[in-house]
């Protein structure tokens, strides 16, 4: 089975600074990749994907994440934080070879930003 | 309606009581999920539905939890004779026919409280 591991379960970043927020996962076959991202009492919310082609993916909110296969790593970052990105972020993997289509989440890591 | 939607919102029930959790996918949606969101936890999987194969039970934690979805469509989860350690968000997301990598839709969720 994978496993998907965000590095940090908190993060708190000054408005207007870089947000990085790590996940790694364990798989010989490069998953299927997803970020979401839950505001309070509300549900989770697709934020970007990577399923095949370029690297680099961009999302919404200006949210960008890079596949790197040589350290299983899908780290989110957004130039510029701003106060409504404060929210809870779940990396997540969905396993190609699985035709049952699992998905797989990470812990989540809590981003705090301070104005 | 046009997304995932959870009834009810919030429910406290006494401890040894049983409760019904239901969810209503996106129309068309062939693939129906449980998870359980736990404070300061990830998601936890608990069970899948794809079409009219068997569901994918691996993730529930004990014979107390069982779960249906009549006609291909609205699934319910049941508890029984709840435990305080069930306390917690229970997820229903759903997504369309597995095999590629689509994106989840996620209800907002069902709070349960055992006292």
């Known amino acids: ?115 | 309606g046009a997304g995932v939607s959870q009834s009810p919102s919030n429910k406290v029930t006494e401890k040894g009581k049983d409760v019904e959790l239901r969810c209503d996918p996106i129309s068309g949606h062939t693939a129906l999920y449980w998870y359980r969101q736990s404070l300061g936890q990830g998601l936890e999987f608990l069970i899948y539905f794809q079409g009219n194969s068997a569901p994918d039970k691996s993730g529930l934690p004990s014979d107390r939890f069982s779960a249906e979805r009549t006609g291909g469509s609205v699934s319910t989860l049941t508890i029984q004779r709840t435990q305080q350690e069930d306390s917690a968000v229970y997820l229903c997301a759903s997504t369309l026919a597995g095999g590629v990598a689509g994106e989840l839709f996620f209800g907002e969720g069902s709070r349960l409280t055992v006292l």
Not at chain 1, 15 to 23: I, N, T, W
Not at chain 1, 38 to 43: E, K, L
Not at chain 1, 74 to 103: I, W
Request: aromatic share 14%; with cysteine; net charge neutral.
């Open chain 1, 1 to 115: 089975a994978q496993s998907v591991t965000q590095l940090g379960s908190h993060v708190s970043v000054s408005e207007g600074a870089l947000v990085l927020l790590r996940c790694n996962y364990s798989s010989s076959v490069p998953p299927y990749l997803f970020w979401y991202v839950q505001y309070p009492n509300q549900g989770l919310q697709l934020l970007l994907k990577y399923t095949t082609g370029a690297t680099l993916v961009k999302g919404i909110n200006g949210f960008e994440a890079e596949f790197k296969k040589s350290e299983t790593s899908f780290h989110l970052t957004k130039p510029s934080a701003h106060m409504s990105d404060a929210a809870e972020y779940f990396c997540a993997v969905s396993d190609r070879e699985n035709t049952g289509n699992q998905f797989y989440f990470g812990t989540g890591t809590s981003l705090t930003v301070i104005p």
